[in-house]
């Protein structure tokens, strides 16, 4: 039970040109594919293993698991 992970929530992603992203600057904005209060995924070493809504909590982010995504096994 040691075993260091890797844990990441994604909240959208998006496509840029590297052209586009060198012209980024201090407040650029970058409109991600998911709205306001979509659930977000979490990633454990790069395999989404849930869906969740993020929440504060003492200031700090978090999410609220709200689905665990199951692996189809053939």
Same mark, same amino acid.
């Given at each position: 039970? &040691?075993?260091?992970? !890797?844990v990441s929530v994604? $909240? &959208?992603?998006?496509? +840029?040109? @590297? +052209? =586009?992203? /060198? !012209?980024?600057? %201090?407040g650029s904005l @970058? $409109? /991600? =594919? %998911?709205?306001?209060? !979509?659930?977000?995924? /979490?990633?454990?070493?790069?395999?989404?293993?849930?869906? &969740?809504?993020? @929440?504060?909590? =003492? =200031?700090?982010? &978090?999410?609220? $698991?709200? !689905?665990?995504? %199951? %692996?189809?096994?053939?």
């Open positions: 039970m &040691g075993v260091p992970l !890797e994604e $909240i &959208g992603r998006t496509r +840029k040109l @590297v +052209k =586009d992203i /060198l !012209e980024f600057t %201090k @970058v $409109i /991600l =594919d %998911k709205l306001a209060g !979509e659930q977000v995924d /979490l990633y454990v070493n790069g395999r989404c293993i849930a869906k &969740g809504d993020v @929440v504060v909590v =003492d =200031d700090n982010f &978090g999410i609220r $698991i709200t !689905e665990i995504i %199951k %692996k189809n096994v053939d």
